[in-house]
């Protein structure tokens, strides 16, 4: 780098912009290097991100100019078709062999000494399992936060069902700039129209439809329901999970879009990585965040200073014991996470097993909204209890968690819960303090009038002053769940809830929340065999569900008990 190319950032660090690397078949991609104070060289991150790389994720994580100040050579590069990089950008599918090139390439950067990791959150966490399921030499450590290792279950559907506002949101996001690279103004516009009102953007109806879907990689997801398609297996690494020999430290947070990707993913390498020292080096941090910003707020709730943690400095422990020999992460327990409620960190050897406590319901026919007769004891039904029942109505869902416009959080749930249109379980006040860590996960034995169902399952914790917290959320569409389903049947729903952890304090209570629907976060289901993106109010149909509670047909929440008391 000459003189004249070095760009002072203050702190002895220097930047480079705009360093092309030719690839293969002949396209070249374009990357920042930013280069600490004194003779190289020094060990490197890589970055690989489609929004823009004079950001460089700096919304969660610091400049680069901090990072190089500690001593590395920080690449931050615009991947295939995005920024000025060449190419043609579609989402995941390219990202593996170039990332691969990419490293390739660095080791013979006369700034780098051999030794890479990379790092960086949602899209920029893919690159990199993508990047390291190639082996390339000398990536020795990744850092993927706030992503998923399996695409279909971890970030565009769950169990079935499409996670439509961020599918939507993100793919109007992804495509508006494509309009914009390629000078496209017609379509610029049309797609900054509805980036300026995004939350509106799922009640269009079909949302196959939407102006936005197009002939995309939008539609490719929202048409690719099925989670056996090649389709899937082709952009990501979940049939490839052999193929990574690299330690990872995962980031999750509680309330965030991808928080099922991020600890099914630390939790499918755990198990499944390619060697056992690849296997015995996965960690997770799951705080309480949100996707964007990472602190002490999450939608309504106040999670006092410890939420504030410094991921920034718990990276560069990452990156100082594996890419310079510090050994300062060696100590650092497998698993780290922030108890809800109590709002401290705990440490776990591993992730828990099955969930261990199991709670029955109970209702006297009643349960429809918090003001029913449900309830959760530790006893199973003795005999025969009334069926509760409500009517499932597309076209007047009921919310998701947070609201209408899908916020991401901990919101209050209690104007939420006054609809009959789902039902209420609740125990009875904690006498001593409850620790639960883990996935939750029901058993229902429903009948439906439709011919495709969804039930939804959610858990809010009511504090002893009466507000009622948004814990965790899970649906199961039967399409997904059932090989044979049949309308007016009873069916064993038996599926998880996303995970969660929480410390429940002596006067606190649970509920569970069991409905139909919980839009915009997952998408309306017709209650027909229409496929759900082709449905609109001319289709739509309602359905009555019935929920049974029985000595026969034992209806249970199955909660994962860290510590403390019991019910």
Same mark, same amino acid.
């Given at each position: 780098?000459?003189?004249?190319?070095?760009?002072?950032?203050?702190?002895?660090?220097?930047?480079?912009?705009?360093?092309?690397?030719?690839?293969?078949?002949?396209?070249?991609?374009?990357?920042?290097?930013?280069?600490?104070?004194?003779?190289?060289?020094?060990?490197?991150?890589?970055?690989?991100?489609?929004?823009?790389?004079?950001?460089?994720?700096?919304?969660?994580?610091?400049?680069?100019?901090?990072?190089?100040?500690?001593?590395?050579?920080?690449?931050?590069?615009?991947?295939?078709?995005?920024?000025?990089?060449?190419?043609?950008?579609?989402?995941?599918?390219?990202?593996?062999?170039?990332?691969?090139?990419?490293?390739?390439?660095?080791?013979?950067?006369?700034?780098?000494?051999?030794?890479?990791?990379?790092?960086?959150?949602?899209? =920029?966490? #893919?690159? @990199? %399992?993508? $990047? &390291?399921?190639? !082996?390339?030499?000398?990536?020795?450590?990744? +850092? *993927?936060?706030?992503?998923?290792?399996?695409?279909?279950?971890?970030?565009?559907?769950?169990?079935?069902?499409?996670?439509?506002?961020?599918?939507?949101?993100?793919?109007?996001?992804?495509?508006?700039?494509?309009?914009?690279?390629?000078?496209?103004? =017609?379509? #610029?516009? @049309? %797609?900054? $129209? &509805?980036?300026? !009102?995004?939350?509106?953007?799922?009640?269009? +109806? *079909?949302?196959?439809?939407?102006?936005?879907?197009?002939?995309?990689?939008?539609?490719?997801?929202?048409?690719?329901?099925?989670?056996?398609?090649?389709?899937?297996?082709?952009?990501?690494?979940?049939?490839?999970?052999?193929?990574?020999?690299?330690?990872?430290?995962?980031?999750?947070?509680?309330?965030?879009?991808?928080?099922?990707?991020?600890?099914?993913?630390?939790?499918?390498?755990?198990?499944?990585?390619?060697?056992?020292?690849?296997?015995?080096?996965?960690?997770?941090?799951?705080?309480?965040?949100?996707?964007?910003?990472?602190?002490?707020?999450?939608?309504?709730?106040?999670?006092?200073?410890?939420?504030?943690?410094?991921?920034?400095?718990?990276?560069?422990?990452?990156?100082?014991?594996?890419?310079?020999?510090?050994?300062?992460?060696?100590?650092?327990?497998?698993?780290?996470?922030?108890?809800?409620?109590?709002?401290?960190?705990?440490?776990?050897?591993?992730?828990?097993?099955?969930?261990?406590?199991?709670?029955?319901?109970?209702?006297?026919?009643?349960?429809?909204?918090?003001?029913?007769?449900?309830?959760?004891?530790?006893?199973?039904?003795?005999?025969?209890?009334?069926?509760?029942?409500?009517?499932?109505?597309?076209?007047?869902?009921?919310?998701?968690?947070?609201?209408?416009?899908?916020?991401?959080?901990?919101?209050?749930?209690?104007?939420?819960?006054?609809?009959?249109?789902?039902?209420?379980?609740?125990?009875?006040?904690?006498?001593?303090?409850?620790?639960?860590?883990?996935?939750?996960?029901?058993?229902?034995?429903?009948?439906?009038?439709?011919?495709?169902?969804?039930?939804?399952?959610?858990?809010?914790?009511?504090?002893?002053?009466?507000?009622?917290?948004?814990?965790?959320?899970?649906?199961?569409?039967?399409?997904?769940?059932?090989?044979?389903?049949?309308?007016?049947?009873?069916?064993?729903?038996?599926?998880?809830?996303?995970?969660?952890?929480?410390?429940?304090?002596?006067?606190?209570?649970?509920?569970?929340?069991?409905?139909?629907?919980?839009?915009?976060?997952?998408?309306?289901?017709?209650?027909?065999?229409?496929?759900?993106?082709?449905?609109?109010?001319?289709?739509?149909?309602?359905?009555?569900?019935?929920?049974?509670?029985?000595?026969?047909?034992?209806?249970?929440?199955?909660?994962?008990?860290?510590?403390?008391?019991?019910?």
């Amino acid at each position: 780098m000459t003189p004249e190319m070095r760009i002072d950032c203050g702190s002895g660090v220097w930047l480079e912009r705009g360093v092309r690397c030719t690839l293969s078949d002949g396209v070249a991609l374009v990357s920042d290097h930013y280069y600490p104070a004194g003779p190289g060289p020094w060990p490197t991150l890589l970055m690989r991100q489609p929004y823009g790389r004079d950001i460089a994720s700096t919304v969660v994580y610091a400049h680069p100019v901090w990072f190089a100040s500690h001593g590395y050579h920080v690449v931050i590069q615009d991947v295939r078709g995005r920024g000025e990089s060449q190419g043609e950008f579609y989402p995941f599918r390219h990202e593996g062999r170039d990332g691969a090139e990419t490293i390739a390439w660095l080791l013979r950067h006369p700034a780098c000494n051999g030794r890479i990791g990379m790092y960086g959150f949602s899209y =920029q966490g #893919s690159t @990199q %399992l993508l $990047a &390291a399921a190639e !082996n390339p030499e000398g990536l020795l450590c990744i +850092a *993927p936060h706030m992503t998923a290792v399996d695409l279909y279950h971890g970030w565009f559907y769950h169990q079935g069902a499409l996670r439509l506002f961020s599918t939507l949101a993100w793919g109007i996001q992804m495509l508006r700039e494509d309009a914009r690279r390629k000078d496209r103004r =017609q379509d #610029s516009d @049309q %797609l900054e $129209a &509805a980036w300026t !009102n995004i939350r509106a953007q799922a009640s269009t +109806a *079909p949302y196959g439809d939407h102006p936005a879907v197009g002939d995309s990689y939008l539609r490719d997801w929202i048409l690719h329901r099925d989670r056996g398609a090649a389709f899937w297996a082709e952009l990501d690494i979940s049939t490839r999970l052999h193929q990574i020999r690299t330690p990872a430290l995962h980031i999750s947070g509680w309330y965030d879009l991808y928080l099922e990707g991020s600890v099914a993913g630390y939790q499918a390498l755990r198990a499944g990585a390619g060697s056992p020292f690849a296997r015995d080096h996965q960690y997770l941090l799951a705080g309480p965040w949100v996707h964007i910003p990472w602190g002490d707020q999450a939608g309504e709730a106040r999670l006092g200073p410890a939420a504030n943690f410094d991921t920034d400095d718990f990276l560069l422990r990452w990156f100082n014991h594996w890419l310079k020999d510090s050994g300062e992460f060696a100590q650092e327990p497998r698993v780290r996470h922030f108890a809800m409620g109590a709002n401290e960190w705990h440490a776990a050897d591993e992730w828990p097993a099955e969930a261990a406590c199991t709670l029955y319901l109970h209702s006297g026919g009643r349960a429809n909204s918090r003001k029913g007769d449900g309830a959760l004891t530790a006893l199973p039904p003795a005999g025969e209890e009334p069926r509760d029942i409500f009517v499932y109505d597309p076209e007047v869902p009921v919310a998701a968690p947070g609201g209408p416009q899908g916020f991401s959080g901990s919101f209050d749930q209690a104007a939420l819960e006054l609809g009959n249109n789902l039902l209420v379980y609740a125990t009875a006040p904690v006498a001593a303090a409850i620790h639960l860590f883990g996935r939750p996960c029901v058993t229902l034995y429903a009948a439906t009038s439709a011919a495709c169902a969804d039930l939804t399952a959610k858990l809010v914790r009511v504090t002893a002053a009466g507000r009622t917290e948004f814990l965790c959320i899970g649906i199961a569409r039967s399409s997904w769940l059932f090989d044979s389903y049949a309308a007016d049947s009873i069916h064993r729903w038996h599926f998880t809830l996303e995970p969660l952890s929480v410390v429940l304090a002596p006067g606190d209570a649970l509920r569970l929340e069991v409905a139909s629907s919980a839009f915009p976060l997952y998408d309306r289901n017709p209650s027909t065999d229409i496929p759900p993106e082709q449905a609109g109010p001319w289709t739509w149909r309602r359905s009555t569900q019935q929920l049974l509670h029985s000595a026969e047909h034992p209806s249970a929440l199955h909660l994962p008990l860290c510590g403390g008391s019991v019910w």
